[in-house]
């Protein structure tokens, strides 16, 4: 009997596996501890990334396609620019440069540098009023240097580029940018 148990179990476990494989990622659901950085499929099909962690567990479940927090827990994970781009131009854009001086831009209120050497590098950047990053206006962040681990996170009035602590010195950390969409 407890051979027969097993051998059901195991069944059961590699045919999720198998489902696993076939669909890349699994859909979203509320029953699960998502990690910071996870990623999951929402109802309307999108892949989407959570900025922070989320589940049952923690108290603070998130749909990702109704989540309405400031920051967004669950931010889009490969935004469709390419469409948004067609329909509406860029409705930001410019340079930040290390010390966070904006060079050149457009539709940006202000830019605002925070961390030294010792801690994570900070680069909060406000859009002009009237500029609302919604699910489909996303910033595109281009570093100067190769640098795989900037982090961004959009606001209601912006959003935020982040260098991880003393990993990137002086110029490297200087990045242009452009926010498609409406």
Known sequence: M????????LTEILTFIKGLRRRGVLPWDG????????????????MYRAQAATGPAGGNVQDPTTDANDPRIWVLDVPDVGADAQTSG????????????????????????????????EYEIVLDDGIALTGNCVPIIQPVADIPTIRTTPSTTGFTVQ???????????????AVFGS
């Not at 010390?99 to 590098?121: I, L, M, P, Q, W």
């Open 2 to 9: 407890v051979l027969e148990q097993f051998f059901g179990q």
């Open 31 to 46: 029953d699960n501890d998502y990690e910071q950085y996870a990623r999951a499929v929402g109802s309307d099909g999108n």
């Open 90 to 121: 860029p409705v930001a854009w410019g340079k930040v440069t290390a010390n966070g001086s904006g060079v050149d831009t457009f539709g940006v209120k202000s830019v605002t540098r925070t961390g030294a050497d010792s801690s994570e590098y």
């Open 163 to 177: 260098f991880s602590s003393n990993n990137y010195a002086g110029a490297s950390r200087t990045f242009y940018f």
